[in-house]
């Protein structure tokens, strides 16, 4: 009588271990399927590239194994769903029939969902790349199963997961990751501003930069750099002023004030006795990344925005007031 009551404490245990084991290995499936199926390649990259030195480490060894992620989820989902049907299966044999269940489900639905998936949603790059060896034991276990599952979820829904944001997403992103949106982002106002502006670029053309011509500041040719005029340009503060010949709309080039310096103001120098640089003209539906380009290229910082007629198909006049805007390069 001994030997059989020990017989069956022996496998009252064992059947108890089972079961805890079950449940921690559920919970450790349904856990890594939130945990790791959240993290996108594109994230996992991001991370691996320019992530802190622990982050990256992690990131490196998670990427094989999310790769092909129809693949995983496949295997996570087998061998938790495996798991939570074994589970029941021991249980029935140390209580009734209706307390297996009832044990069953509140063990799966604490400890194999709620708590796991709590936990790995916040450490789940460190979880993840620590079961990783284990993982792929369970890939190659499940892959006479899991691989013709996952070929077919790639052939109906596809199999590129790259989550890349969209311009706009991207900017609204940067916005987020400001000091100012109190998110704890790490991005100055400049900063934000600056990126922002970037990823609106390709989208603008001359005409969204432009200054009207009746808000720029300009000298005509005839005139002479007097003290009034000279003491009006400093005043300004600009580096370069446009010089016009007759009407303020017929710019023909510009100064630099840095040249003006050397002149006295006593000798009533003429404008047109001094240097001046050819200022470009560029369309108003040219895109900003080229006027960007040809900035930089140090033949000028400011252009003429010319204004196409829509009648004519022809550029404006120069005697047309509206015709001609100012583009200033901005850095």
Not at 129 to 140: K, N, Q, S
Request: charged share 20%.
């Amino acid at each position: 009588m001994a030997v059989e009551y020990q017989c069956c404490e022996t496998q009252f245990f064992i059947r108890l271990l089972i079961i805890l084991l079950l449940v921690l290995f559920a919970g450790l499936m349904s856990g890594l399927t939130l945990g790791l199926m959240s993290l996108s390649l594109v994230d996992l990259e991001v991370l691996a590239k320019s992530g802190t030195p622990q982050d990256r480490k992690h990131a490196a060894k998670i990427l094989p194994v999310v790769r092909n992620q129809h693949l995983l989820l496949c295997t996570l989902l087998i061998c938790n769903a495996a798991a939570m049907e074994a589970l029941p299966i021991f249980l029935d044999s140390l209580v009734v029939a209706w307390g297996a269940v009832l044990i069953s489900v509140t063990l799966i639905l604490l400890f194999g969902e709620i708590i796991p998936q709590s936990i790995c949603s916040r450490y789940g790059l460190a979880i993840g790349a620590t079961v990783a060896p284990f993982v792929r034991v369970l890939v190659w276990i499940c892959f006479p199963v899991a691989y013709p599952i996952s070929k077919l979820l790639d052939y109906l829904l596809g199999h590129r997961h790259e989550a890349l944001f969209r311009r706009a997403e991207l900017k609204t992103l940067v916005n987020l990751h400001g000091n100012e949106a109190g998110k704890g982002g790490e991005l100055t106002h400049d900063e934000t501003t600056i990126i922002a502006g970037a990823l609106e670029l390709s989208e603008k053309t001359a005409s969204d930069a432009m200054t009207p011509i009746t808000d720029i500041f300009s000298i005509d040719i005839n005139s002479k750099l007097d003290r009034d005029l000279m003491n009006l340009i400093l005043e300004k503060g600009h580096s370069r002023v446009p010089v016009y010949y007759e009407q303020p709309t017929n710019i023909i080039g510009l100064v630099l004030v840095k040249n003006l310096l050397t002149i006295d103001p006593e000798e009533e120098i003429p404008v047109k006795n001094v240097t001046i640089r050819r200022i470009p003209r560029v369309p108003e539906t040219l895109p900003l990344y080229d006027i960007l380009n040809e900035f930089q290229k140090g033949h000028s910082h400011m252009a003429v925005v010319v204004r196409h007629c829509e009648k004519t198909g022809q550029q404006s006049s120069n005697n047309n007031a509206d015709g001609k805007h100012m583009l200033k390069a901005k850095y």
